[in-house]
């Protein structure tokens, strides 16, 4: 299958500062991707849709000021946690979707787990 | 409103055992079924997954069973392994989303015990 890179595994940060998180679709180029979020124990919480060269599309309730997003490249998108707090402690996943509409198939990357003191 | 709905929320079969996991869906068209594996600490493994016009499909130990009349479809794991111990999420794609987003059910924590 596919691969998709997501770099850092983990991040530990202060309170008020911003993080970034990389997610890169290794071998294939990918139009869209999305962010979500992971609560222990829960499903993934889709957070936003990056699409390459455009803004990208909060979910509703998802802070668009707080969660910056980025898809400079058709391999790279970026998450940026802007001034994070506590709260925003979680597992963060991107994943990378393929092909055309008909036999697009989403890949995940393995995870970042951000940790706000 | 979750659009998926999976079940049990946990399972805990014997090595060798047989494990089921159901989801159904309801009033939205989709016209992709996925089901995903996850390690702890690791993100989403895409596992299996069928087409509306199919009413079965077999990868190795995994089998998804699809009933369209009745919403439904399941995961069976065959010859259960401790290895597969993880959890499952079963998801959906509504045919009108032009993004291809996927609707995910809630996760089963399957244990395999030796």
């Known amino acids: 299958g596919a691969v998709v890179s997501q770099h850092p595994s983990w991040v530990i940060c202060k309170s008020g500062t911003s993080v970034k998180i990389e997610c890169r679709s290794l071998d294939f180029q990918a139009t869209t991707m999305f962010w979500y979020r992971q609560f222990p124990k829960q499903s993934l919480m889709l957070m936003a849709t990056?699409?390459?060269?455009?803004?990208?599309?909060?979910e509703q309730g998802v802070e668009k000021d707080k969660f910056l997003i980025n898809h400079a490249s058709l391999t790279l998108s970026t998450l940026t946690v802007t001034s994070a707090h506590p709260e925003d402690s979680s597992f963060y996943i991107c994943?990378?979707?393929?092909?055309?509409?008909?036999?697009?198939?989403?890949?995940f990357g393995a995870g970042t787990r951000l940790s706000v003191l | 409103q979750q659009q998926v709905k999976q079940s049990p929320q946990s399972l805990i079969v014997q090595k060798g055992g047989i494990s089921i996991i159901n989801c159904a869906y309801e009033n939205t068209a989709f016209d992709y079924f996925p089901w995903y594996q996850q390690f702890p600490g690791k993100g989403p493994a895409l596992l299996i997954a069928i087409r509306p016009d199919v009413s079965e499909k077999k990868e190795g130990r995994f089998t998804i069973s699809f009933n369209k009349s009745a919403k439904q479809f399941s995961l069976h794991i065959m010859d259960s392994q401790p290895g597969d111990s993880a959890t499952y999420f079963c998801?959906?794609?509504?045919?009108?989303?032009?993004?291809?987003?996927?609707?995910f059910g809630a996760g089963t924590q399957v244990v395999v015990t030796p």
């Open positions: 994943s990378a979707r393929t092909g055309v509409r008909a036999k697009n198939i989403q890949y």
């Open positions: 990056s699409n390459e060269g455009s803004k990208a599309t909060y």
């Open positions: 998801a959906a794609r509504p045919t009108l989303d032009s993004w291809g987003k996927l609707q």
